[in-house]
C-alpha cells in the first residue's frame, strides 16, 4: 500500500497536468477531461448511491472493487487485479461502489463527450460498460514510472500521458463509432467546396451549371444555399472576389492593368473598369495611384 502522503502527492500532480484539461477530437466528437483522480480505498469502503453529471471513466490498477449499476443482463459487475479493466458510467446513472481488497488503487476520469455521433451514443447507453483495459498496460507502467520520478516538466509529460490513455481506451473499444465519425468530419459542406472551386478557377470562365456539376447539387439548389450564405447572388459574388483579387495585384505588382484584368478573369477591359469603379468607387489605375 501507498503512504496516504503518496496519494495525495500524486492527486496534486494529476491536478496540475490537467490544468486546462485535455480535449480529444474524432470528427465532430470531442472527448474532454478536466479531472483526473488516484484513489486508493481499503477493503469496506462503499460510496453508496450517487450519480454524476458526467461520464465517470475508471481503470482499476490494484486490488478489487465491485460495482452495481443498470447493466444490459441486470447484473453488477466486479472488477479484478490483475486485469486492468475499465468501467464507464454514463451521466446521470445511479451507481455503488464498494472495495474488496485493501490497498485498491483507481484511476479515475470526469469526462465529457460532446456532439458525440448516433453510433457512439449507441454504445454509450446510460448503463455500466465494463471494458478491458489490457491495451493500457504499458501506458500504466508508464505512469507509474512517471510518479516515481524527479524528472523536469513532470507535470507536462503526465498530461501527455495522460491524453494518451484516454486515446488508447476510445480507439481501442469505440473504433468503429470513431472511425465513422472521422468520415463525417471529413466530408466537406456543398457550400465548403464551392467556395473553394470558386477560389481556385478566377483566372476561367466559371459558370453556375460547372459548379452544381462538381459539387453535386442542382443548380436550384446551388443558388439558394449560395445566396443564404453571403447574402449576394452567385454572379455578383464571383466578381467581388476577382475585383479583390485585382486590386490586391493593383496594389503590390506592376504589371499592366489589362493584364491584371485578363489575370482576374476580366478579359474585356473596359467591362473590368466599370465594376472596379462600381466597388472601389475609382478607376483602376486611380486606386493604385492612391495605394488602395
Request: net charge positive; glycine share 8%.
Amino acid at each position: 500500500m501507498l503512504p496516504q502522503s503518496e496519494i495525495i502527492e500524486r492527486n496534486r500532480l494529476l491536478l496540475q497536468a490537467l490544468r486546462g484539461g485535455i480535449e480529444l477530437r474524432f470528427g465532430g466528437t470531442i472527448l474532454q477531461s478536466g479531472l483526473c483522480h488516484y484513489t486508493q480505498d481499503d477493503a469496506g469502503i462503499d460510496t453508496f448511491e450517487h450519480r454524476h453529471p458526467h461520464y465517470e471513466l475508471s481503470l482499476l490498477l490494484a486490488g478489487r472493487m465491485h460495482y452495481s449499476g443498470e447493466k444490459p443482463d441486470g447484473e453488477s459487475v466486479t472488477l479484478d487485479h490483475p486485469g486492468l479493466d475499465w468501467i464507464l458510467i454514463a451521466p446521470g446513472l445511479p451507481h455503488r461502489r464498494r472495495t474488496l481488497a485493501d490497498g485498491s488503487l483507481l484511476l479515475g476520469f470526469a469526462l465529457k463527450i460532446k456532439n458525440d455521433s448516433a453510433a457512439l451514443q449507441r454504445s454509450l447507453r446510460k448503463r455500466l460498460l465494463e471494458i478491458d483495459g489490457g491495451t493500457v498496460q504499458k501506458l500504466t507502467e508508464q505512469l507509474e514510472l512517471l510518479f516515481r520520478s524527479q524528472c523536469q516538466f513532470r507535470a507536462e509529460r503526465l498530461r501527455l500521458l495522460l491524453s494518451e490513455i484516454l486515446l488508447e481506451f476510445f480507439a481501442g473499444n469505440f473504433s468503429a463509432q470513431l472511425h465513422e465519425e472521422q468520415q463525417a468530419g471529413c466530408s466537406l459542406d456543398p457550400l465548403e467546396l464551392v467556395d473553394h472551386y470558386i477560389e481556385e478557377n478566377l483566372t476561367r470562365r466559371i459558370t453556375a451549371d460547372d459548379i452544381a456539376r462538381t459539387v453535386g447539387i442542382s443548380r436550384r439548389h446551388l443558388y439558394r444555399l449560395f445566396t443564404e450564405k453571403h447574402g449576394l447572388p452567385l454572379k455578383e459574388y464571383i466578381i467581388r472576389q476577382r475585383l479583390c483579387r485585382a486590386a490586391a495585384a493593383l496594389t503590390h505588382t506592376g504589371k499592366p492593368v489589362k493584364e491584371i484584368a485578363a489575370m482576374t478573369g476580366f478579359h474585356n477591359l473596359s467591362y473590368f473598369t466599370r465594376q472596379f469603379r462600381r466597388i472601389f468607387i475609382q478607376p483602376p489605375a486611380t486606386y493604385r495611384r492612391h495605394g488602395g
